[in-house]
C-alpha cells in the first residue's frame, strides 16, 4: 500500500529553528508538496520538490531525497504565526495526491 | 487574488437528508477536487474532475456524487446523509498545464454534522 508518514505533534520555541520530517513509500514518484493549514482555514502551498536537494523559500526550506523516500520541512526563526499544521503529499505514478495526516506545530515564546 | 469559495462554511443535517456542498473558482482551472479530513488521517479524496461533465472517483467515493455543469462549478452531493459522513469537506482546484507543479488551491471548508 501507499503510505506518507510525519510526526502526530511538535513543539518549538519563537526564534529557534524546526524540521518537520516526512517518509513515504508510493507507487511511483512524481513530486512531494508541503502545505500549511491553520486551524478551521484552508492549506496553503508552502514548496514543492520533484529533483534531489534543498528548495529555499525565505525562512522556509524543504529538502527532498527520492532515494530514501524521505522529505523535510525546515522552518527558521520560527514566529508565533507558524503554529499550524504541516500536510505532506506525494504526487504517484498516476499523478494522484497521496497525502500524510499531517503534523501540528506548536511555537511557545 | 485567486479564489476557491464553498458556500457554507458550517451545516448540520439530520440522518437522511440530502446535502449539497457547493464549491467555486474563479481561476479558469480545468481540475477541481472534493476532499473529506478528518483528525488523524491525510486528506481522503472524494471525487475529481478534469474537465465539464466528467468525473472520475476517487479513494472514497461511496455515499457521494458530485456534479460540473459549468467550468467553475463542482458540486458534492450526499443523497442520504449518514453520522459517519460527519467531517471536514474541502475543495480544490488546480491548473492543468505542461510543466505545471499541480497546485492545489482550496477552499475554506465546510464543516458538516450530520445528527
Known amino acids: 500500500g501507499q503510505n506518507i508518514d510525519q510526526p502526530t505533534e511538535m513543539t518549538a520555541t519563537e526564534g529557534a529553528i524546526v524540521q518537520i520530517n516526512c517518509t513515504y513509500q508510493t507507487s511511483g514518484f512524481n513530486g512531494l508538496f508541503w502545505y500549511q493549514q491553520h486551524a478551521g482555514e484552508a492549506p496553503t502551498f508552502l514548496s514543492y520538490n520533484v529533483l534531489d536537494g534543498l528548495e529555499e523559500k525565505g525562512r522556509f526550506s524543504s529538502f527532498l531525497s527520492r532515494s530514501k523516500g524521505y522529505s523535510y520541512l525546515l522552518l527558521k526563526e520560527l514566529q508565533m504565526k507558524d503554529s499550524a499544521s504541516y500536510l505532506c503529499?506525494?504526487?504517484?505514478?498516476?499523478?494522484?495526491?497521496?497525502w500524510g495526516a499531517g503534523t501540528k506545530l506548536i511555537i511557545k515564546p | 487574488d485567486v479564489k476557491v469559495t464553498q458556500s457554507s462554511r458550517y451545516l448540520v443535517k439530520r440522518t437522511g437528508e440530502k446535502v449539497f456542498l457547493e464549491c467555486v473558482q474563479d481561476m479558469d482551472h480545468e481540475n477541481m477536487f472534493w476532499y473529506r479530513q478528518d483528525p488523524g488521517l491525510g486528506l481522503r479524496l472524494i471525487y475529481f474532475?478534469?474537465?465539464?461533465?466528467?468525473?472520475e472517483k476517487g479513494d472514497i467515493p461511496e455515499g457521494y456524487s458530485v456534479s460540473r455543469e459549468k467550468k467553475e462549478r463542482f458540486s458534492l452531493i450526499l443523497e442520504s446523509a449518514s453520522t459517519n459522513q460527519t467531517s471536514m469537506y474541502l475543495c480544490a482546484s488546480s491548473f492543468s498545464g505542461m510543466g505545471d507543479t499541480g497546485e492545489l488551491f482550496f477552499g475554506e471548508g465546510s464543516r458538516l454534522t450530520v445528527l
Open positions: 503529499a506525494v504526487k504517484d505514478s498516476n499523478y494522484q495526491l497521496i
Open positions: 474532475s478534469y474537465d465539464v461533465k466528467m468525473k
